[in-house]
């Protein structure tokens, strides 16, 4: 994670909107972010038994502590009596926020009811309670289907991009190496061309930072005149700068 991220979002606090879709193999990610931001984590599970893994962390936080060979026998929970975060600050939903409004088939774990994405989000920015006229927005997501299906992972980023949002930290557990495997290295390059920066990755899991440079919007996509319209923009633009010298860089 960013180093010192309570420096990024001091001004928000509370307020900062994390929204975590799917379950890691431990809470201590998203319990980790919440406690440093001091803000809710916005949960949404898929299935009922990621729903009862939430509940499990809610009444830990609550007890305090765990009972004898709780942590050993469910790893998700290791750790999380020491995290200082209310248990109200942990809101769990099982809608997910998606293209369209219906329910996906997730195998095991049943059939997932779907929202619009700028619908769920909305509603939990209502929940937030943001300041006065301040549009709906993410500040942090985190998106790791891995326990359903790791292909979700990128079709419900792509759900929440296209709906307009762009958080300033996207964190996306991939169900397959961008590098090698179709459709993530489509979808890895779509967001970074989106202006996203890769940070840093630890296997799959890529953290990525906006940075607010799309070169999407910096072309026409109408232009016949060219193979592709980035290069050509990107191109020109070499040429009028002229070649680089020790004076103009």
């Known amino acids: 994670m960013i180093d010192k991220i309570w420096c990024t979002f001091a001004q928000k606090g509370i307020r900062t909107v994390f929204l975590s879709v799917g379950t890691s193999a431990s ?5 980790d972010i919440a406690e ?6 916005n949960i949404i599970t898929l299935g009922g038994s990621e729903k009862a ?5 809610v009444a830990v936080l609550k007890a305090r502590k765990q009972s004898e060979g709780e942590a050993e026998a469910t790893p998700f929970l290791a750790g999380v009596e020491e995290k200082w975060i209310l248990p109200k600050n942990i809101r769990a939903s099982s809608v997910l926020p998606w293209a369209t409004k219906g329910s996906i088939d997730c195998g095991e774990a049943g059939t997932i009811p779907t929202e619009k994405a700028d619908t769920v989000i909305t509603d939990i920015c209502k929940q ?3 300041k006065e006229g301040e549009p709906p927005r993410i500040d942090i997501l985190k998106v790791d289907t891995s326990a359903v299906d790791g292909e979700l992972a990128g079709k419900v980023a792509f759900s929440i991009l296209e709906a307009g949002f762009r958080p300033a930290i996207l964190l996306i557990n991939w169900g397959g190496y961008p ?4 459709p993530y290295h489509i979808e890895a390059g779509t ?3 989106m202006g996203y920066k890769l940070v840093e990755k630890v296997d799959k899991k890529f953290l990525y930072c906006y940075t607010d440079m799309n070169l999407f919007e910096c072309c026409s996509w109408e232009d016949t005149t060219c193979d592709n319209p980035i290069i050509k923009e990107l191109t020109s633009n070499i ?6 010298s020790a004076d103009n860089l």
């Open 27 to 31: 809470a201590l990610a998203d319990l």
């Open 36 to 41: 440093s931001i001091g803000c809710p984590v």
């Open 128 to 130: 937030m309670r943001l």
């Open 53 to 57: 893994q939430w509940d499990a962390v």
């Open 239 to 244: 040429r009028q700068r002229g070649p680089v």
């Open 179 to 182: 590098d090698k495997t179709a």
């Open 191 to 193: 967001i970074q061309m």
